[in-house]
């Protein structure tokens, strides 16, 4: 079995979590525990952890543990996204953690991976494309999709759906989300929580200048492009999953649709999705310092 360990180090309590992880899985025969070069200065001394280079370091590997937040998941996610048959195991040192399996406090659950104790969700994933056929520039999401203007400006654009209109909005931007985003952005801008295994593609607008704009579900079959309309003004930045940027000028669109391949997170408890929902959001988010 091949386990690589992806811990973010500057999360709290993340490198002695990656240490203990990589203790307990060394326990068992037969077990390949790989990492980034990077870390090498950090983990070299346990001396039985292979340090591989992209795309060694994923070929083949069973599973792919993400210490840290929420981001450091969705980072892990892209890295295995068609490229690697791992399943996603998260584990939270961050402040929400939504994505994770289980906590950092938890650790007695890896062993499931060993015995097969486990359930895998199959979370749908957005393609984002920007251009035309001979110039076109693609992003994938696990979380969302969202378009603004530089300093928050409002923005005017139109939404169509299989190239039919479906509305032209004035608003701070737009959001399109997997129901694994339907916990993000998505929910601070009004949207509703979704099971992560479902197939829907969630339109929520940012901010509109409307009092009948609401959020809209859309079938994972559908192709939703967005046109931007702000002559002589600084263009649109859509960023996607909250790192990857791509501006649009006056009179261009991007297009979404959901990718044919699905990201495998791993589920230890069997109800990691109700219960982040009962724990995490369900109550006032903890304070930084705690």
């Not at 295994?197 to 939703?224: Q, T, Y």
């Amino acid at each position: 079995m091949k386990i690589v360990i992806g811990p973010n180090l500057e999360k709290r309590n993340a490198f002695e979590t990656a240490v203990s992880v990589c203790e307990r899985i060394a326990r068992h025969p037969d077990v390949r525990i790989c990492m980034e070069p990077a870390l090498r200065d950090a983990f070299g001394h346990l001396g039985y952890i292979e340090f591989l280079t992209k795309p060694a370091l994923y070929r083949e590997a069973d599973f792919v543990v993400a210490i840290g937040g929420d981001g450091t998941i969705l980072r892990a996610a892209s890295d295995i996204f068609c490229t690697s048959p791992a399943k996603l195991v998260g584990i939270n040192t961050g402040r929400l953690g939504f994505l994770a399996a289980f906590e950092a406090d938890e650790l007695e659950l890896l062993e499931q991976l060993f015995t097969g104790d486990y359930a895998i969700s199959q979370r749908m994933v957005l393609r984002m494309a920007v251009g035309d056929a001979d110039t076109e520039k693609t992003s994938y999401a696990v979380n969302d999709i969202y378009a603004s203007r530089l300093g928050g400006r409002i923005c005017d654009f139109s939404v169509f759906v299989d190239e039919a209109l479906i509305g032209t909005f004035r608003a701070d931007g737009i959001i399109f989300s997997t129901p694994t985003g339907s916990s993000a952005y998505a929910l601070s801008a009004g949207g509703p929580v979704m099971e992560p295994d479902l197939s829907l593609i969630e339109m929520n607008l940012i901010c509109p200048h409307s009092l009948f704009a609401r959020p809209m579900l859309f079938s994972p079959k559908r192709k939703i492009r967005v046109k931007y309309s702000v002559p002589g003004e600084s263009g649109l930045i859509v960023h996607v999953d909250g790192s990857e940027e791509v501006t649009l000028a006056d009179g261009q669109s991007f297009v979404v649709t959901a990718a044919e391949e699905r990201v495998p997170f791993v589920d230890c408890k069997g109800s990691a999705f109700y219960d982040a929902l009962n724990g995490k959001l369900m109550r006032p988010i903890k304070s930084i310092g705690e």
